[in-house]
């Protein structure tokens, strides 16, 4: 048994929640908690993702079936990606610049023991009760991981994993990026099925190019008695297309952080070992991460969907439920038939046929009769076709599978595909045409932008990304990310996607753009623009509103409004010493600098004459600024009214220009007790 091999930890530590948008439809489906051993996992009828948590591989993942298909009860509560009783087999591996990370947390296990790794910024967490997230830096890079629990496209039901990786460049620089996933599959007690991949079992180390890359992949033990089938889903729907996908044994994948070594014709035994133990890795290559920009990197990995007519000739027939148009592309699809020989002798002269309705082509793969020759019994073989179609309007068609030898009866298959219309996407912008100010200051601020995406096709749109790019004079407000990932619009869907922008240099009316990229559908772009207006520059002395009642003790701040350019500051204050007095000053805000105190002068104090003299305050370089340059600490002396003026005032900016402004002064009365 592969669990008592392998090394666990039971230690387990729970960290800060942190929240992100997912995409689940039917949240009302799935539950979420802290499961056994301290995973965190949401679930539904069907299957169930579950995170580790522990101090050792934290935010390693796993999937396992709950009740799996709801015709098979043979499947429920089954493994699919090894992780009990707690993940660490499976792990994903990011490329920067050339050296490679493990994301998630440190391990004293075999999986990645000598990586590198990064710093863990917030996570695991469940976000919304749907999906969970966790999310490590590496450098200028934060990527995050993010797990919800999507339909499959062969069952249509809710019981597949989407596995999601958004990484992000928050540096000045562009990087190198590219993402290793890796999954230790299981199903139930069997570590070595055969992937199935188009006309292929691969029982062997395989691999697979883009261009000759499988939709899916799918595996179990048994067409005629399954006790699981799993499903990998390498394109369409939500998946992003790998470069290349590597099967083989899960040592070889274990002990190699990136790079995987292929031994055509190697069994998936791990070296020295005895038991088969299969394991997938899909590689994104590397590509140039622009500051500021973000990518995602999806597959999506649960139950397969095959329809099964046991028998002694068993047929099983998958394909995808439902089928669209991708942009530029015609329809086009796989259909895979397995036929098993479970009699107990030869079956003789075996043959395939498949049958098409009108509306549905033969592309390319086999031909419509295909001859196996003889079967041997408990053999499996497979065909697989390409099938493209014509039709852009909803239908739904049925099409079927038979096989018949010369000493078995004829089996057949029939399973409808429905063809949706492509998906329709629409874009508005709900924002404002200026920025508000108020006190002079702008408010809101940071100013919050709207947009809404509506799908009004017939078809999900998979794989959307929303990005804001402002032109020079508008920033995105700090921490703000350019990208958003709503990732499937369904048909009548309107998802909403925000960001935050604040003003950068002059006042005038600025650009920004919102583009929407989706895999199967045209990009949208709008263009609009904001007004940036001119705040006021002005000095104010803030006096006491209400009354002082003789001997309190009180404060004036001397505060500045959008200084720009400011770097020095000298004045004097006057007020009656007959009725006010000061009792002390001290440095405001303004001149505490990141890299500690700024040059500071806290004057003369002249009672008697009612003066404060020689008040400065210099910063090290010149800023924009709006804070509170000092705090005057007063004393009320007796009843009467003292006016509060600043006299001989000097601001200064860059080489010596004078700062221009306007200056508002200030009063306080004094009541008796």
Not at 188 to 206: E, L
Not at 466 to 495: H, K, M, N, W
Not at 630 to 658: C, D, W, Y
Request: proline letters at 6%.
């Amino acid at each position: 048994m592969r669990i008592s091999r392998r090394r666990l930890l039971t230690v387990f530590v729970v960290f800060t929640l942190f929240a992100c948008i997912s995409n689940i439809r039917n949240p009302q489906d799935q539950t979420a908690f802290a499961a056994g051993y301290g995973n965190l996992e949401i679930s539904n009828q069907y299957i169930r993702v579950f995170v580790n948590q522990s101090d050792d591989a934290t935010g390693r993942f796993a999937v396992d079936s709950t009740g799996g298909d709801p015709l098979n009860p043979r499947d429920n509560n089954m493994p699919l990606v090894y992780g009990r009783p707690r993940p660490w087999t499976s792990y994903t591996t990011l490329r920067i610049d050339g050296y490679d990370y493990v994301f998630g947390g440190n391990t004293e296990t075999r999986a990645g023991r000598h990586a590198i790794y990064g710093t863990r910024i917030s996570g695991p967490e469940v976000a919304g009760g749907n999906s969970i997230i966790s999310t490590w830096r590496f450098g200028d890079i934060e990527a995050s991981q993010i797990l919800t629990i999507v339909r499959s496209i062969t069952t249509g039901l809710l019981d597949t994993a989407k596995i999601t990786y958004v990484v992000t460049n928050l540096g000045n620089t562009g990087h190198q990026v590219g993402v290793r996933m890796m999954l230790d599959t299981m199903l139930g007690s069997n570590d070595g099925a055969p992937f199935r991949a188009r006309d292929q079992a691969i029982t062997s180390d395989a691999f697979f190019g883009l261009r000759e890359m499988p939709r899916f992949v799918q595996a179990f033990d048994s067409l005629s008695s399954p006790s699981v089938t799993s499903q990998a889903t390498l394109m369409g729907a939500d998946a992003t297309p790998p470069d290349r996908v590597v099967f083989t044994n899960w040592g070889n994948l274990a002990d190699r952080v990136w790079d995987a070594l292929v031994i055509p014709g190697r069994e998936f035994l791990r070296e020295g070992e005895y038991e088969l133990d299969s394991a997938l890795a899909l590689f994104w290559d590397e590509e140039t991460l622009e500051p500021g920009e973000s990518r995602e990197y999806t597959t999506l990995y649960g139950m397969g969907g095959i329809s099964i007519a046991p028998g002694v000739l068993a047929l099983g027939v998958t394909s995808p439920a439902e089928v669209t148009s991708e942009k530029g592309k015609p329809i086009a699809f796989p259909i895979v038939a397995y036929i098993e020989n479970n009699g107990p002798t030869l079956a003789l002269d075996v043959n395939v046929y498949l049958h098409l309705p009108p509306g549905l082509t033969l592309a390319s793969g086999a031909g419509d009769q295909v001859s196996l020759g003889h079967l041997e019994p408990g053999e499996t073989r497979q065909i697989a076709w390409e099938i493209t179609s014509g039709i852009t309007e909803q239908t739904t068609l049925r099409y079927g599978v038979a096989v018949e030898a010369e000493n078995a009866e004829r089996n057949e298959v029939y399973r409808e595909v429905t063809i949706l219309s492509p998906p329709e996407l629409s874009l508005s912008i709900l924002a404002p045409s200026m920025f508000g100010v108020m006190d002079d200051m702008f408010h809101p601020y940071p100013l919050k932008i709207n947009a809404k995406i509506n799908n009004s096709g017939g078809a999900p749109a998979y794989g959307v990304k929303a990005t804001l790019t402002p032109d020079y004079g508008i920033v995105l407000a700090p921490s703000e990310r350019s990208s958003r990932f709503p990732g499937q619009i369904v048909p009548g869907e309107t998802c909403d996607v925000s960001w935050y922008l604040v003003p950068f240099g002059e006042a005038g009316s600025f650009d920004y753009r919102v583009k929407v990229d989706a895999q199967n559908t045209d990009t949208l772009m709008t263009a609009t623009s904001i007004g940036v207006p001119i705040l006021r520059s002005r000095l104010l002395l803030e006096t006491p509103v209400s009354p002082i009642e003789q001997g309190e003790f009180f404060i004036v701040r001397i505060l500045a409004r959008n200084l720009r350019g400011f770097q020095q500051v000298k004045f004097d204050l006057c007020f009656d010493p007959s009725v006010v007095e000061v009792v002390y000053v001290s440095r405001g805000t303004v001149f505490v600098e990141d890299v500690g105190m700024s040059e500071w002068n806290e004057g003369v104090i002249q009672n008697p004459l009612g003066l404060l003299t020689d008040v400065y305050g210099r910063l090290t370089q010149p800023e924009d600024i709006t804070g509170e340059l000092a705090t005057i600490g007063f004393r009320a002396k007796a009843p009467g009214q003292s006016h509060v003026l600043l006299r001989n005032m000097s601001l200064l900016g860059r080489e010596g220009q004078v700062v221009v402004t306007s200056v508002e002064h200030g009063s306080v009365i004094v009541t008796e007790k």
